[in-house]
C-alpha cells in the first residue's frame, strides 16, 4: 500500500470507516442485505409480488448478487400509478416521514421513510459530509429547500450529526442567506450549484468578497453541472466544490458523493446497489460502459426499491480510487436519457450546450434553451448571458463572440442553432434546480 492511501485510511474517522470494508466483505453484506429486501418486499408489496410472479421467481432464487439481473425492474410510473401509498412496506405508523417530488407532469411522487430509514440517510450523509472533508465545528448552511423536497432536510441531519453547526436557511432570500455567511463565518455551504452561481453575483453587487470569506466547502447537486461549472465557482470563490448525488425515491441526497479527488462519485453500496443497464433493451452493461443507472436499496423498509430505472446516465468507473476507499464510483451525472432534445432529428442534451459555452471566454454559466417551431421545423436558440465588458466593449468584440460560440455549438451539436447573448441577469435565477429548457414547441 502506498504512503499516500495509508494516510488517507489512517485520516477517515470512524464515521466511515464503512468506505473502506473490503471488497469481499462488502459483497457478503450486500448479497445478505439484498436477500432480506427482495423477502420484504415480495411480503409486503402486492406490485412487486406480482411482478417476480409474472417471471415465476420467488426470493429463494436470489442466491447470488448477479442474480439481481433476474428482477423485474421498477419505474418512476410505478409510483405514480400506486399514488399514494401503494408501494410502502411498513404499516403507517412505523412511518416517521413522507416526502414528495414533483416531476413535471402528472401525479406527485411520495416516498416514506421509518425511523431505521431516517437513521441510515442521516448515517450516508454524515459519510458524504465526512468525504467532502468536513468536521465537527465547521458551520454549515443549508441552502437546499426544506420541505416536500428532500435535499434541505437530508444535509440537515447529516451536517447536525457529524457535530457541525447548521444553519438552516433554505433556499432564497439571496441578501440574507450572504448576511449569514459573513457574519456566522459559514464555512461550508450544501445548495444547488446554480443557486450559488446566483449567491456569488448577488454577493459581488452586494460589495462582498466571497474570496474574503472563510467559506471553503460546497456541497453540490440535485442538477447536472459540468467542470467547467466547478471551475467557474472555484476562480470566484475560495471553495472546493463537491458534487452530491442522489433522489427521492432512493433516499434523497447521499446515494453518493465525490471524495477530495473528484474522480467520480462513491456509492454507499452497503446501502444501495448500483447497476448500468442499457436504456433501451434493459441488458446490464459492464463497468466502464456508459448507460442507465439502476439502483436497488439495500436498507430501506418504508419503502424499499428494486431495480429502480434512475433514467440518469452514467458508468461504474473501473478501478479503485486513490483516496483508499473501497467503494465503487459512478462518473458524474451529464444527462438524463429522458433530458434528450430531439432537433431536426438530431439528439442534443442540454450538458453539450454547457459544455461547449463554458468553454468560451466572456460568457457567464447562465444560459437557457429556447425551443419553438416555425413552419413545422424546430428552432432551437440559445441564450447565454455574457460578461458587462462585453456589452461595453466595441461591438465587434460582441459578434466575434457570437461567432465562437455559433460555431462551438454547431460543431458539437451538428445542427444550426441561433445564438442570442444577453446581458447578465436577463435569465431568471433558480432557487434550486435550474430550468435549462423552454419548450414553446407545442403552443
Ligand atoms: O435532487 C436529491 C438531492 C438533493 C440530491 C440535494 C443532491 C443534493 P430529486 O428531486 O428526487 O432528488 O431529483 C433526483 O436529480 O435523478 C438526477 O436526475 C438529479 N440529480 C441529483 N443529484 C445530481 C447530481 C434530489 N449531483 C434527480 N448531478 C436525479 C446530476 C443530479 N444530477
Request: charged residues 25%; glycine residues 10%.
Amino acid at each position: 500500500m502506498n504512503s499516500t492511501l495509508e494516510a488517507n485510511i489512517a485520516d477517515c474517522t470512524s464515521v466511515s470507516a464503512q468506505d473502506y470494508t473490503p471488497v469481499a466483505r462488502m459483497r457478503e453484506l450486500q448479497m445478505q442485505r439484498l436477500q432480506a429486501v427482495v423477502g420484504r418486499a415480495w411480503q409486503q408489496v402486492k406490485l412487486f409480488r406480482t411482478r417476480m410472479g409474472e417471471r415465476g421467481l420467488t426470493p429463494r432464487e436470489i442466491r447470488t448478487l448477479e442474480d439481481v439481473r433476474k428482477l423485474p425492474f421498477t419505474a418512476k410510473s410505478d409510483l405514480r400509478d400506486t399514488y399514494p401509498f401503494g408501494l410502502f412496506a411498513s404499516p403507517m405508523k412505523d412511518v416517521v416521514r413522507l416526502h414528495v417530488s414533483s416531476g413535471t407532469t402528472g401525479k406527485p411522487i411520495v416516498v416514506a421513510y421509518t425511523k431505521e430509514d431516517v437513521d441510515v440517510w442521516t448515517s450516508v450523509m454524515v459519510r458524504c459530509l465526512a468525504g467532502c472533508g468536513l468536521h465537527p465545528g465547521d458551520i454549515v448552511q443549508v441552502a437546499y429547500g426544506y420541505g416536500l423536497f428532500t435535499g434541505g432536510l437530508g444535509a440537515h441531519y447529516g451536517a447536525e450529526a457529524l457535530g457541525a453547526t447548521v444553519v438552516p436557511t433554505s433556499g432564497g432570500n439571496a441578501d440574507r442567506q450572504i448576511m449569514l455567511m459573513k457574519d456566522f463565518g459559514v464555512t461550508a455551504i450544501c445548495c444547488t450549484p446554480t443557486y450559488f452561481l446566483h449567491l456569488i453575483d448577488r454577493a459581488a453587487e452586494l460589495g462582498v468578497d466571497m474570496k474574503e470569506l472563510p467559506l471553503r466547502a460546497g456541497v453540490f447537486g440535485a442538477e447536472p453541472w459540468t467542470d467547467s461549472m466547478r471551475k467557474h465557482i472555484e476562480s470566484m470563490s475560495r471553495i472546493e466544490a463537491f458534487d452530491i448525488y442522489g433522489l427521492s425515491e432512493i433516499i434523497g441526497p447521499g446515494v453518493g458523493c465525490e471524495c477530495s479527488r473528484h474522480d467520480g462519485l462513491h456509492i454507499f453500496e452497503d446501502h444501495f446497489y448500483p447497476e448500468i443497464v442499457d436504456p433501451t433493451t434493459g441488458e446490464t452493461l459492464p463497468d466502464g460502459s456508459e448507460g442507465e443507472l439502476v439502483l436497488t436499496t439495500l436498507s430501506k423498509q418504508a419503502m424499499p426499491m428494486v431495480r429502480y430505472r434512475t433514467r440518469d446516465i452514467t458508468m461504474i468507473m473501473p478501478g479503485r480510487c486513490e483516496c483508499g476507499r473501497t467503494l465503487r464510483r459512478i462518473a458524474r451525472i451529464g444527462r438524463r436519457s429522458d433530458d434528450m432534445l430531439i432537433i431536426r432529428g438530431v439528439n442534443v442534451f442540454p450538458s453539450q450546450v454547457e459544455a461547449a459555452l463554458l468553454q468560451i471566454e466572456g460568457t457567464l454559466p447562465h444560459y437557457q434553451i429556447v425551443l419553438t417551431r416555425e413552419q413545422g421545423l424546430d428552432q432551437m436558440e440559445v441564450q447565454v448571458e455574457v460578461t458587462p465588458q462585453m456589452f461595453t466593449d466595441k461591438i465587434g468584440a460582441l459578434q466575434g463572440l457570437h461567432d465562437r460560440l455559433q460555431g462551438a455549438l454547431d460543431h458539437v451539436l451538428g445542427i444550426r442553432v441561433e445564438v442570442a447573448l444577453v446581458e447578465a441577469y436577463t435569465i431568471e435565477r433558480s432557487q434550486g434546480k435550474a430550468k435549462r429548457v423552454i419548450d414553446r414547441r407545442a403552443t
